[in-house]
């Protein structure tokens, strides 16, 4: 069985977290969900755990970053394409999101960008042909 991985974001609204993951193309598992916390299913193996203030706070003794203030972690996932990482940035940006807080990457063999939720958190989204990222790395080996 592969390894599933839950993220746990505190959020203030819950309701406008729901809806900006949900029109990322997240889907809300209610068997995890109530009126503190939602379960938005990214893959079959991501899942974003959007949490109230209060609940968050259930599980640790520390103070909550605000995202917008100090970068607390920056998520990453990936795409199948260009197009693909262009689409997930747009919806973000469409749902109430903001494009880009962090400059644009294109290595030719690697594409990413960035959006930013609305408390603050940013998720990137990057794309990679394997086989000519492969040939980049043992030609900067070489060199």
């Known amino acids: 069985m592969p390894k599933l991985v839950f993220i746990n974001l505190p959020v203030v609204d819950l309701d406008r977290a ?8 997240a889907v809300k598992n209610p068997q995890f969900s109530d009126h503190t916390a939602t379960c938005m299913v990214i893959s079959e ?4 755990m959007l949490l109230t203030h209060d609940k968050f706070r259930q599980f640790t003794p520390r103070k909550i970053a605000d995202a917008r203030e100090t970068t607390e972690v920056l998520i990453c996932l990936s795409a199948d394409s260009r197009e693909e990482v ?3 940035v747009a919806k973000a940006s469409a749902a109430g999101g903001r494009a880009d807080p962090g400059p644009k990457q294109d ?7 960035s959006f ?14 394997m086989e000519a990222a492969k040939t980049a790395m043992a030609q900067m080996a070489n060199a």
């Not at 193996?45 to 974003?48: K, V």
Request: a negative charge; aromatic letters at 16%; glycine letters at 12%.
């Open 45 to 48: 193996t991501i899942h974003a």
């Open 18 to 25: 729901n809806a900006f993951y949900e029109a990322i193309g």
């Open 107 to 113: 290595h030719g063999f690697m594409y990413g960008r």
């Open 86 to 88: 262009d689409s997930m």
């Open 116 to 129: 930013e939720d609305p408390d603050g958190h940013i998720w990137e989204v990057m794309w990679m042909d």
